[in-house]
């Protein structure tokens, strides 16, 4: 499986320009089409689902064409050129939602006794409700054939002849539905009106508001009548606005506004703002609920955290925001009590069951989290745990659990490029405005020095300080106070990974018992280097490791601190000494110890350390090409702790 690993934060400030609205790019290509005349569309967003609508009118005949950034289509003047196409919509609801209905109308009076338009997705997208929508369109004449399980794409689309004047549509399942029928509708009322009316409450009213104002930038006014009747006067065209500019996504505005709340901030998105015709934007709101500070231009919002540094918990009814809500369940880790999301039920029916995968990933993270069928609950834990994260092939999922790594812990997330939906760009673009908590690097052979100029450089810096070679040789310590054979790669790994280990004011205690001293032994020495190739031991103590990672910023040093730990580490050292500089080290420091200790066996011993650290397969030790070399042969310890600092000190808040 492929994950990304994100590092502790300690902060997030930053501007960022938004990508294109998904919802607005999906709607204008398929407005852009259906008009009559060319429209130029500019800042579109490009992802998967975008691609999924573009793919589609081209294969019904629309001719678009690249311009620089933008995109020029040229309308059909209200009816598809071509009918017979199998079009793939993966896993984009919108399209096959708004696609549907606009094809149904081309496909009335259709000559064509052979034309036939097939649409399937996904897996998942065959699990996803049409049944409403198709009811709907059944009651205008249309003939649609499911060619799976019915209700469900896959479908196939006949010709059929389009003629009643009102329909009825359900509003509490998916309000794409009323906006595919809504778009289609000026094609189906050439003569007479066509009156819509909603069943059952109409959930996320603002993603209809978006089509109606898009439809009228394209010159058709639908009359609304509340929000459960909908009446399309007759003769009415789309015609192209000759240009049109998509705003940023407010949707993806959601985790930079978070980010500014939970991290600090300022975080200023740009292409959003107090102008923007997206319901989305209304969860600055939210946040502000929560205690942040909202500022709001015409274009742009910006997030900090309250100056009372804590954010409060709360219990909002979230239907009108059901995408940022995923974000606000996140935010609700930051809170300081329990929250409660309401009203989210149509969470159940988008990429994946979203409450349901809310609620298993929020937990791994350690909060307590009730599900409802509409709504969840989620409590803070007093600390946030490292988790490995699922996504769900849902791109919203991936991007809502970055937002944890601003309450300390790393995150795994699953499977990424699952933000390709929306946002390709997403990772990098919240790295721009994060601040990891610094790592120092440290790595080299045993005696170079890594110890005793980690230690202060760690001081200096007021950073923590990790020994990660302490732990291989407290795994060694206690098997061979076990009996535990040093090549019993299952045994040591259960050792390793339920560790009773803990560093504190300079004393390395195993089971409460002060070991400091005694982990330094020969026998420690050598056991640790034998342990420490083995691959499940390894395992195990890689989030012990990454777990140091905390406060002002860390100093590990080892092995493979730079290569395997922290391979984002601000300062990557390889700290190097000859063979006989560092074995007259390591006999001065045994025989200042009290500790027996003869120069040739310590030459030995190095030798075959330095050979087994190096040549064995997980995680050799070697200087990658991103670490300076420091050899500490014919310097001080002083000079060696300089040459760190001056490459250390920018990473110093
Ligand atoms: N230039 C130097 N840099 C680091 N250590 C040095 C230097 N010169 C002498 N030493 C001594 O060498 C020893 C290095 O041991 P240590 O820090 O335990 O190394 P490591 O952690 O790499 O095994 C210490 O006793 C340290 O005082
Ligand atoms: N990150 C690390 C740190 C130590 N080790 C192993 O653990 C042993 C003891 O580490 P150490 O850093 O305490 O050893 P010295 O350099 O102090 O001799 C080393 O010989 C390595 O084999 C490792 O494999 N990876």
Known sequence: MEFIDLPPLQKAAGSVRLPGSKSISNRVLLLAALAEGETLVEDLLDSDDTRVMRGAIVALGVKTMEEGKAL????????????????????????????????????????????????????????????????????LGACVE????????????????????????????????????????????????????????????????????????????VQRE?????????????????????????????????????????????????????????????????GAEITWGDDWIEARAPTSGKLKAFDLDLNHIPDAAMTLAVAALFADGPSTLRNIGSWRVKETDRIAAMA??????GATVEEFP??????????????????????????????????????????????????????????GIATPVPVVAIDGPSASGKGTVGALVARILGFEHLDSGALYRIVALAALRKGVALDDETSLASIAAALPARFEDGLVLLDGDDVTE?????????GASRVAVLPAVRDALFWRQ?????????VAEGRDMGSVIFPDAGVKIFLTASVEARAERRYKQLIDKGMAAKMDDLLKDLYERDARDSQRAVAPLKRGDDAVLLDTSGITVQQAVDFVIERASSLRN
Request: overall charge positive.
């Open 374 to 431: 509409e709504s969840i609950t989620v409590t803070p834990p007093a600390g946030l745990n490292p988790a490995v994260i699922d996504t769900y092939e849902d791109h919203r999922v991936a991007m809502c659990f970055s937002l944890a790594t601003l309450g300390g812990p790393y995150v795994r997330i699953n499977d990424p490029r699952c933000v390709n939906k929306t946002f390709p760009e997403y990772f990098t673009t919240f790295a």
């Open 72 to 139: 020029r289509v040229f309308g059909c003047g209200g009816r598809f050129p071509k009918l017979k196409a199998d079009i793939f919509v993966g896993n984009s609801g919108l399209s096959i939602r708004t696609l549907v209905p606009a094809i149904v109308t081309s496909l009335s009076g259709c000559a064509d006794v052979d034309a036939e338009v097939r649409l399937s997705g996904v897996p998942r997208m065959h699990e996803r409700p049409i049944g409403d929508l198709v009811d709907g369109l059944k009651q």
């Open 226 to 290: 509340g929000w459960n009747r909908f009446v399309v006067p007759a003769a009415q065209r789309y015609v192209s606005p000759g240009r049109i500019a998509v705003e940023g996504d407010a949707s993806t505005a959601s985790y930079f506004l978070a980010a500014g709340a939970l991290g600090g901030g300022p975080v200023r998105v740009v292409g959003a703002g107090r102008k923007s015709i997206q319901g989305d934007v209304k969860f600055a709101d939210a946040l502000a609920t929560m």
């Open 546 to 554: 990454r777990s140091y990672r905390t406060g002002s910023g860390l």
């Open 146 to 221: 499911w060619l799976g399980q019915e209700g469900y794409p896959p479908l196939a689309l006949k010709p059929a002849l389009l003629g009643a004047e009102r329909v009825s549509v359900r509003g509490n399942v998916s309000s794409q539905f009323l906006t595919g029928l809504l778009q289609a509708a000026p094609l189906v009322a050439r003569d007479k009106p066509l009156t819509i009316d909603v069943e059952g409450e109409l959930i996320s009213r603002p993603y209809v508001e978006i089509t109606l104002n898009l439809m009228e930038r394209f010159g058709v006014i």
């Open 360 to 365: 298993t990933e929020l937990r791994k993270l």
């Open 518 to 526: 005694a982990i330094r032994s020969e026998a420690c020495s050598v």
